[in-house]
């Protein structure tokens, strides 16, 4: 069992930047795929980013399209702490983004259905 715990999000301007913390709790969180999602108002859910355990001691990140080159996604897992550096602020990055994790090792990481664990979310506010 994993507990997510997200934090850092605000409210920022154009072009400022963020970055938000994804705290876990439990056991073995390294073996821990780790994705983030974000979610406006009236939107459905979207893939941000992932951070993909190889099964040894390299990690594979992943972007949408939207954010790549803008965003860095990254894990301690000394902290058992992921992260999302975030520049280069638009207002469409406005959203509530969340964590997620899962222990697979064979799913679809855009998909939000695919993660077993999430957090509350934190939100980020982008004023132009």
């Known amino acids: 069992q994993v507990q997510l715990v997200e934090s850092g999000g605000g409210l920022v301007q154009a072009g400022d930047s963020l970055r938000l913390s994804c705290a876990a709790s439990?056991?073995?969180?390294?073996?821990?795929?780790v994705g983030w999602f974000r979610q406006a108002p009236g939107k459905e859910r979207e893939f941000v980013a992932d951070?993909?355990?190889?099964?040894?001691?390299?990690?594979?990140?992943g972007y949408a399209d939207s954010v790549k080159g803008r965003f860095t996604i990254s894990r301690d897992n000394a902290k058992n702490t992921v992260y999302l550096q975030m520049h280069s602020l638009k207002p469409e990055d406005t959203a509530l983004y969340y964590c997620?994790?899962?222990?697979?090792?064979?799913?679809?990481?855009?998909?939000?259905?695919?993660?077993?664990?999430w957090g509350q979310g934190t939100q980020v506010t982008v004023a132009s």
């Open positions: 439990g056991r073995s969180f390294s073996s821990y795929n």
């Open positions: 997620a994790a899962t222990i697979r090792r064979s799913y679809s990481r855009t998909a939000p259905a695919e993660y077993e664990y």
């Open positions: 951070i993909r355990w190889s099964g040894g001691i390299i990690y594979y990140p």
